[in-house]
């Protein structure tokens, strides 16, 4: 798929969001990988073969005060 040189990382790669973008729909909340990776804004992900990434969110701010 990626014709980009050097080439991005695969889907099955652990750095997979590392690959270039190459349709945004920012108002829609997603982006279209070259590698076939859909990326959500929340940190989701939608892998090629319809495998699931949860998205990776830290705490919420109001439970890191002290």
Do not use: Y
């Amino acid at each position: 798929m990626c014709q980009h040189q050097p080439t991005c990382p695969s889907a099955d790669a652990t750095d997979r969001e590392a690959a270039r973008a190459i349709a945004c729909f920012r108002e829609q909340g997603w982006s279209l990988l070259c590698n076939g990776v859909i990326v959500f804004d929340d940190t989701g992900e939608l892998l090629p073969d319809g495998r699931c990434v949860a998205p990776r969110r830290g705490p919420a701010r109001h439970a890191l005060v002290a």
